[in-house]
């Protein structure tokens, strides 16, 4: 069970990371755009 959970959060927050990556991704080209 210990090992479950640890992969479960281990997803987690390569989830976490690959959403806001994307959101800083997206954050950059609009500043791109502006300039």
């Known amino acids: 069970i210990a090992v479950q959970s ?3 959060d281990s997803a987690g927050d390569n989830y976490v ?3 806001s990556k994307k959101k800083e ?3 950059q080209e609009r500043e791109a755009q502006r300039q």
């Open 6 to 8: 640890e992969e479960e």
């Open 17 to 19: 990371a690959k959403s």
């Open 25 to 27: 991704k997206k954050r």
